[in-house]
């Protein structure tokens, strides 16, 4: 089985402290996608990547940078979080299709 | 542009009962269209997927969606819904299979007893 493991469950920080969410995958996929999740609004995708230090910007990536040294991670990361950052993040890896993990709740202070 | 747009953001239906969860998208290329449910505190995990073979789509849990290209819908259906089926469901739609996709904004389906 595919799977796509995110470092945290919940995490909890203060306005403008750095953020890492860590996203990892075991099968070797060449795309991952890091996605936020907000009632009412369904996923928007932030940044994804199609390779090893590759990335491109996905519809919100405004707050967000990303980081993918290695194959399987694929970081987010939050330079100065902000309260409005509070969500879900939800990553994805793919090949014929989208296996996600389990999210990372995030509340900014 | 795609976009995708899920009719109801709650649907409320007894056991036993038919599920009906309404998607129509827009999009300018043929399109790779997907059903995927949440569970709460989990991740998506994919129901069924239509990709220009067969328009009836037979997933996973009983659930199948039927791609109709005149209506720019792909509606997903349960014939008799089960208590474990209550969950988010998305609706999504991208260029390919691998590509990023654009969701709806999700439907919490609710089983009555």
């Known amino acids: 089985d595919v799977k796509v493991t995110q470092s945290s469950r919940y995490l909890v920080k203060r306005t403008g402290e750095k953020v890492f969410l860590e996203c990892v995958q075991d099968m070797d996929h060449e795309n991952m996608f890091w996605y936020r999740q907000d009632p009412g609004l369904g996923l928007r995708l932030i940044y994804f990547?199609?390779?090893?230090?590759?990335?491109e910007k996905g519809d919100i990536p405004e707050g967000y940078s990303v980081s993918r040294e290695k194959k399987e991670r694929f970081s987010l990361i939050l330079e100065s979080a902000s309260t409005n950052q509070t969500s879900m993040y939800l990553c994805?890896?793919?090949?014929?299709?989208?296996?996600f993990g389990p999210g990372t709740r995030l509340t900014v202070l | 542009a795609q976009s995708v747009t899920q009719l109801g953001s709650h649907v409320s239906v007894s056991e036993g009962a038919l599920v009906l969860l309404r998607c129509n998208y827009s999009s300018s290329v043929p399109p790779y269209l997907f059903w995927y449910v949440q569970y709460p505190n989990q991740g998506l995990q994919l129901l069924l997927k239509y990709t220009s073979a067969a328009t009836l789509v037979k997933g996973i849990n009983g659930f199948e969606a039927e791609f109709k290209k005149s209506e720019t819908s792909f509606h997903l259906t349960k014939p008799s819904a089960h208590m474990s089926d209550a969950a988010e469901y998305f609706c999504a739609v991208s260029k390919d299979s691998s590509y990023k996709l654009i969701f709806g904004s999700g439907t919490r389906l609710l089983v009555r007893p």
């Open positions: 994805a890896s793919s090949r014929n299709e989208q296996f």
């Open positions: 990547s199609y390779d090893v230090k590759m990335k």
